[in-house]
């Protein structure tokens, strides 16, 4: 199995730019979950899907971030317009409860730099 | 504020000894998870233990749980220098699927 695939590994954008980045859980996996890490606030919870749903994205900073699932096997976060304070490591991790155990897997994440 | 709060922030032992890390919770939990991290890599679980669980073993972890205290300890014994790596804790919380993690320990093996 590939595990889950993150793009793209690093990004280096301009504030005010648009950055979209792109998850592609293990296949057969139903839960979905947005992760960033700073040194400052550690590892957060952004949002999360179940079945491609949103279930929760009380993590989610502010309007300018948006997530999507269209379909079980692929999922973008986006950020628009994206500021220096967004700066991060941005993770995705897919799981599959329910087969008695909760591990998430998590994918290498992207490090996103907004000069 | 961080749901588990982990202790030592950093430690450094020599290969061979054994090293321990706790992390701490506030609220009720399903399960709590502990996680390694390598630098500037991504998070690989270790192991799981359930709320109605004490104890687990996975090779050289140990884990405990101790819910009247909402306090985990994760032991790695006979350490190595490939065991150097950032080590989290995860709390999935009671009705919410998604995991809280601490601010975990920075471990070093010297070799």
């Known amino acids: 199995d590939a595990g889950v695939i993150q793009s793209p590994r690093h990004e280096v954008t301009e504030m005010g730019q648009e950055v979209t980045l792109r998850c592609k859980p293990i296949?057969?996996?139903?839960?979905l979950f947005w992760y960033r890490q700073t040194m400052m606030r550690g590892l957060e919870l952004l949002i999360y899907?179940?079945?491609?749903?949103?279930?929760?994205d009380s993590g989610m900073p502010e309007d300018r971030f948006s997530a999507k699932m269209p379909n079980a096997s692929f999922s973008t976060l986006k950020i628009q317009p994206s500021e220096p304070r967004d700066s991060a490591v941005y993770f995705c991790?897919?799981?599959?409860?329910?087969?008695?155990?909760?591990?998430?897997?998590f994918g290498p994440g992207t490090r996103l730099t907004v000069l | 504020s961080q749901q588990g709060e982990e202790d030592p922030q950093a430690l450094s032992i020599q290969e061979g000894e054994n090293a321990t890390m706790n992390c701490s919770y506030k609220?009720?939990?399903?399960?709590l998870q502990w996680y390694r991290q390598n630098s500037g890599r991504g998070l690989v679980h270790l192991i799981l233990?359930?709320?109605?669980?004490r104890e687990k073993h996975s090779g050289r972890l140990r884990v405990t749980l101790d819910t009247s205290k909402k306090s985990s300890s994760l032991l790695i014994t006979a350490s190595r220098a490939a065991d150097t790596a950032s080590y989290f804790c995860?709390?999935?919380?009671?009705?919410?699927?998604?995991?809280?993690f601490g601010s975990g320990t920075r471990l070093q093996v010297q070799p």
């Open positions: 609220t009720s939990i399903n399960n």
């Open positions: 995860a709390t999935e919380l009671t009705g919410r699927r998604a995991l809280t």
């Open positions: 899907f179940n079945n491609n749903v949103p279930i929760d």
């Open positions: 296949s057969g996996h139903n839960s």
């Open positions: 233990i359930r709320s109605n669980e």
């Open positions: 991790a897919s799981s599959l409860p329910g087969q008695g155990t909760d591990t998430q897997y």
